[in-house]
């Protein structure tokens, strides 16, 4: 069975550039979420999608981020601009949907740099 | 207080010691508890789940679990070079699929 699968690996764009992010989940996972990891730290939500909604997503820049995952499978987050405090792993995971212990897998993210 | 506390070390140890790391978590509601390895420019690989008071063990390794004291622990017996990592801890949230982490304690075995 396939896992998480994210594109691009990497990516490097220049500041105010827009930059946008793919992830394919686990087949039958209906949860989603984007996590950003900085260097040295644990991975932080950004978003969380049960199905198609949004369930979760105050920690969302939402001046400059914006998420979507048409008809609960594919998803994608985008930054429009990009700033250089954006530079990081930017981490994909799934989950069987509530009620099934919550384990959540990852993809191999996507490393973006802004310079 | 942080949602998740873990020491971020680094925690080192010899080869073939037992390992012992430590996270705390402050919502009394959480209900599912995992630790993640991650190695470095890797991403976070799931290793144990946790859901009731007690130990779990898998091969090599133990989660403990003391609700009461809002304390999980990862035991790695034996340690291996190859168990050289961080270690997340992350925590969900009873009602919902929450997951949220620590900042992870990295581990290194010596030889």
């Known amino acids: 069975e396939a896992g998480v699968v994210q594109s691009p690996r990497y990516k490097i764009i220049e500041k105010k550039q827009p930059v946008a992010f793919w992830c394919n989940p686990i087949?039958?996972?209906?949860?989603l979420y984007w996590y950003l990891q900085n260097l040295g730290q644990g991975p932080e939500l950004l978003i969380r999608?049960?199905?198609?909604?949004?369930?979760?997503d105050s920690q969302l820049p939402k001046d400059r981020f914006s998420a979507e995952r048409l008809k609960g499978v594919d998803s994608t987050l985008k930054i429009q601009p990009a700033e250089l405090g954006d530079s990081a792993v930017y981490l994909c995971?799934?989950?069987?949907?509530?009620?099934?212990?919550?384990?959540?897998?990852f993809g191999q993210g996507t490393r973006l740099t802004v310079v | 207080q942080k949602e998740v506390e873990q020491n971020s070390g680094p925690l080192s140890v010899p080869e073939g010691a037992i390992a012992s790391l430590n996270c705390t978590y402050s919502d009394r509601v959480s209900q599912s508890f995992f630790w993640y390895r991650q190695y470095s420019g890797k991403s976070p690989e799931l290793i144990m789940s946790i859901y009731s008071n007690g130990d779990k063990e898998d091969g090599r390794f133990t989660a403990q679990l003391n609700k009461a004291s809002q304390y999980v622990s990862l035991l790695i017996r034996d340690s291996q070079p190859s168990d050289s990592a961080t270690y997340l801890c992350a925590v969900n949230k009873g009602g919902g699929n929450k997951l949220t982490f620590g900042t992870g304690t990295q581990l290194k075995v010596e030889l």
């Open positions: 995971a799934s989950s069987l949907g509530q009620g099934y212990g919550g384990e959540a897998f």
């Open positions: 999608y049960e199905n198609e909604e949004a369930v979760d």
């Open positions: 087949s039958g996972h209906n949860t």
